[in-house]
């Protein structure tokens, strides 16, 4: 029962480097959803894929990128880190934007930048 | 923009004792849905209890119910019988289902739950 499954679980870059964070979702849910968790505050949205072929933006999308790849799987990049963007970040996906049916949520990757 | 409120950052219970988290929010809108999610330290995001805004009647799972004050945009959590699993932290959250608008999940900076044995 693997749910939403994020890849890597941690990760430290240096200011500047890029990287890519990966989600996938085996409950063939429609939309997917990309968070960051700071200490002392809850999640904030970055962007979201209400259905295949389609982001948009969320609360705090600067530096950031999406790629909805197919159904399946939503990716999040960092072309250019900053010490701002050190947080744990969480994919979910729903079977349906606008819906009352819940988020599922992958168990997050902490990720530091130095 | 909608905001969502939890204004206990730290919350205790003795085991087996019932105990209550605040949320209060703020929206213009009248169709909505809100969620409780626990996250223990393990840090995955578990969905607790969900309320859609229409129904009058307070969801129920188990030993979790919520008291849903619309009109005063109250939607709080009661854990009964608290066991130690329940601690964690507890993030109420709000999602507008406005079609044609932006799709967000707007979360709570979350209460700390601790269960004293």
């Known amino acids: 029962n693997a749910g939403v499954t994020q890849t890597p679980k941690f990760q430290v870059l240096k200011t500047g480097q890029s990287m890519t964070l990966q989600c996938a979702q085996d409950m063939n849910h429609n939309s997917m959803y990309w968070y960051r968790q700071d200490p002392g505050m809850g999640l904030r949205l970055i962007y979201y894929s209400a259905s295949e072929g389609t982001t948009d933006k969320g609360e705090v999308p600067n530096g950031y990128n999406v790629s909805r790849l197919n159904k399946r799987e939503f990716s999040l990049r960092l072309e250019s880190a900053a010490p701002s963007q050190t947080s744990v970040y969480f994919c979910a996906s729903s079977e349906q934007a606008f819906s009352n049916q819940p988020q599922h949520f992958g168990d997050g990757t902490r990720l530091s930048i130095l | 923009a909608q905001t969502v409120t939890q204004s206990q950052p730290e919350m205790s219970v003795q085991e087996a004792e019932t105990v209550t988290l605040s949320c209060t929010y703020d929206t213009s809108e009248s169709d909505y849905y809100l969620f409780w999610y626990k996250q223990p330290p393990s840090r995955q995001m578990i969905l607790v209890i969900r309320?859609?805004?229409?129904?009058?009647q307070n969801a129920t799972e188990n030993r979790f119910s919520v008291n849903f004050q619309k009109a005063a945009k109250s939607f709080s959590l009661k854990i009964s019988d608290s066991q130690l699993g329940d601690a964690a932290m507890y993030f109420c959250?709000?999602?507008?289902?406005?079609?044609?608008?932006?799709?967000?999940?707007?979360f709570g900076k979350g209460t700390k739950l601790t269960v004293n044995p």
């Open positions: 309320q859609e805004a229409y129904k009058q």
């Open positions: 959250a709000y999602r507008d289902i406005t079609q044609g608008g932006s799709e967000k999940l707007v």
